[in-house]
């Protein structure tokens, strides 16, 4: 790495206006001596780190012809074969393409990262690779992956395996498509406003969202300390309950995480059936101005299959279910604005492992063109950005002290029961706009569908998505919600109710293209 260039008058004199110091020329230049015998250390950190930097692994990979990618979900594809044996060898994987694949390049669906190669794997993707598991690719994510609609990427739109014409969801579209597609056994994906169960319910699978702070974040692109989530992609529970097995439990790099957390036996718990499981009907989570009554009819078809499977069933209420969108809306957009942008992605003041090669690439391709950032985040640096300047941060903190009574709500409420049930998504995927859409057309599309998803990022409780019946020959979803750390009793309820449905379908064989 080359040293840093001292800073010349011009630059310095920048700085200063940029806070308002209130410097004459003359007091600048007094600066200028001082500040870069103080930048000497900047050059002897960089030589102590590069001394110690990992250097990727040299790794193949390739870039899928259209006949050979199906839904338009692989960014790259790989054979990266893990150990000889374990409990997921001959088991195909698709990791996200916010998430380090040592050697394999990531752009988190953005132009402002492509051409970075990551040295090291994320936490998940090693213990995926111990358990035996192949990775075969990165699939393709939203832009930044701050969209849940599968319509922002910078390798284009991913295409819903059940219909082309509408989206996958995002904001981990391709992990979804590719395993509601039989192209893979198994994909990760990652969750700040629902982007695993987003895409879940609109490509009829399993999406499961660890309760926060479960699964290490290591290695995977941030948005937001407090909202970010990695977990598991799957065909059925069993495969999801197995994936969080493997790679749940504390990394000692991630400060999201307890010290002491720890998988649990997410499999064996399969086995305790639906007896005794009380659950609750969220009322709040239905009905909502955006439902279409075919996704609520089809949700309340399945609760009458989680009742005929034996669990008791009732009807609850959390009014404040219907506030956790706008406190999710102030600590995503303030929250993302400075993170995601202004701090390069990993933000500062936290204790952990950073990853300085991306935050530099990434940060000196958005500050070089800002023009490469989609409309979503267009709208997170107008809004959060203005918000920042206006109240210096009063409303996001107001937004994470509201956090905890949000949480309390709906812990008053698994005081009562065992687990909410709700729609995922209020809809069905949408027809996917045309890639030359304005940015009302463009937003309206991207977020229209978080209502149900984005409260539970906010407090963190484990949600996990299993198709719900068909509605209209298109996939819909239903969540079961469980205590917070309690992962094993949601799998146990999805899985006892993918048991009494006799499994879930697949979308007709994809076509391959010219």
């Known amino acids: 790495m080359p040293p840093l260039p001292p800073p010349d008058h011009d630059a310095l004199a920048a700085v200063a206006a940029g806070y308002g110091l209130g410097l004459s020329d003359a007091e600048v230049d007094e600066y200028a001596p001082v500040v870069a015998g103080l930048l000497g250390s900047w050059d002897a950190v960089a030589q102590l780190y590069e001394a110690e930097a990992p250097t990727p692994?040299?790794?193949?990979?390739?870039?899928?012809?259209?006949?050979?990618?199906?839904?338009?979900?692989?960014?790259?594809?790989?054979?990266?074969?893990?150990?000889?044996?374990?409990?997921?060898?001959?088991?195909?994987?698709?990791?996200?393409?916010?998430?380090?694949?040592?050697?394999?390049?990531?752009?988190?669906?953005?132009?402002?990262?492509?051409?970075?190669?990551?040295?090291?794997?994320?936490?998940?993707?090693?213990?995926?690779?111990?358990?035996?598991?192949?990775?075969?690719?990165?699939?393709?994510?939203?832009?930044?992956?701050?969209?849940?609609?599968?319509?922002?990427?910078?390798?284009?739109?991913?295409?819903?395996?059940?219909?082309?014409?509408?989206?996958?969801?995002?904001?981990?579209?391709?992990?979804?498509?590719?395993v509601a597609g039989g192209q893979v056994d198994m994909a990760t994906g990652g969750d700040q406003g629902g982007?695993?169960?987003?895409?879940?319910?609109?490509?009829?699978?399993?999406?499961?969202?660890?309760?926060?702070?479960?699964?290490?974040?290591?290695?995977?692109?941030?948005?937001?300390?407090?909202?970010?989530?990695v977990g598991p992609i799957t065909r059925t529970v069993a495969d999801a309950a197995l994936m969080l097995s493997l790679i749940a439990g504390s990394d000692g790099q991630d400060p999201r995480q307890p010290t002491d957390v720890a998988a649990d036996d997410y499999v064996g718990a399969l086995s305790g059936g639906a007896g005794g499981l009380r659950v609750g009907v969220l009322r709040e989570g239905f009905g909502l101005a955006e439902s279409e009554p075919e996704v609520d009819a089809a949700v309340r078809e399945a609760i009458t299959a989680l009742a005929d499977a034996g669990m008791e069933v009732s009807e609850v209420s959390v009014p404040w279910h219907l506030h956790g969108p706008r406190i999710w809306d102030v600590i995503a957009t303030e929250?993302?604005?400075?993170q995601m942008i202004e701090n390069s992605g990993y933000g500062l003041n936290w204790k952990g492992l950073y990853d300085p090669a991306v935050m530099e690439h990434y940060g000196r391709r958005w500050t070089e063109d800002g023009s490469r950032f989609p409309a979503t985040v267009n709208l997170v640096l107008l809004a959060g950005k203005y918000g920042l300047n206006t109240t210096h941060g009063r409303h996001y903190a107001m937004a994470q002290n509201l956090a905890p009574k949000l949480?309390?709500?709906?812990d008053a409420a698994l005081a009562e029961v065992d687990l909410l049930v709700l729609p995922t998504l209020p809809m069905r995927a949408t027809v996917r706009p045309?890639?030359?859409?304005?940015?009302?057309?463009?937003?309206?599309?991207?977020?229209?569908?978080?209502?149900?998803?984005?409260?539970?990022?906010?407090?963190?409780?484990?949600?996990?998505?299993?198709?719900?019946p068909l509605a209209g020959g298109l996939p819909v979803g239903m969540s079961l919600v469980g205590r917070q750390f309690d992962d094993a009793t949601v799998l146990r309820a999805a899985h006892a109710y993918e048991q009494a449905v006799g499994g879930f379908p697949s979308p007709a064989p994809a076509v391959a293209q010219a």
């Open 195 to 229: 982007s695993i169960r987003i895409p879940a319910s609109d490509c009829g699978v399993v999406g499961h969202k660890p309760t926060w702070g479960l699964v290490p974040y290591t290695g995977a692109f941030p948005i937001e300390a407090t909202i970010d989530h």
């Open 57 to 178: 692994p040299q790794r193949a990979w390739q870039r899928p012809e259209p006949s050979e990618n199906p839904y338009n979900a692989w960014y790259v594809t790989t054979s990266i074969a893990g150990a000889s044996d374990g409990p997921l060898a001959g088991r195909t994987v698709a990791v996200k393409d916010n998430t380090a694949v040592a050697g394999v390049p990531m752009t988190n669906g953005s132009d402002t990262i492509d051409g970075y190669v990551p040295s090291a794997d994320a936490t998940i993707v090693r213990r995926l690779l111990e358990a035996g598991a192949t990775i075969t690719g990165k699939s393709v994510c939203e832009n930044l992956c701050f969209s849940g609609a599968g319509i922002t990427a910078n390798t284009g739109d991913v295409e819903n395996p059940w219909d082309p014409s509408r989206h996958a969801g995002g904001s981990s579209g391709g992990s979804a498509a590719l």
């Open 407 to 410: 949480a309390a709500a709906y």
């Open 335 to 338: 929250g993302a604005a400075s």
């Open 434 to 468: 045309g890639r030359d859409a304005r940015p009302p057309e463009l937003l309206g599309r991207a977020l229209e569908m978080l209502a149900n998803t984005c409260p539970f990022d906010v407090t963190g409780h484990p949600v996990c998505s299993v198709p719900a």
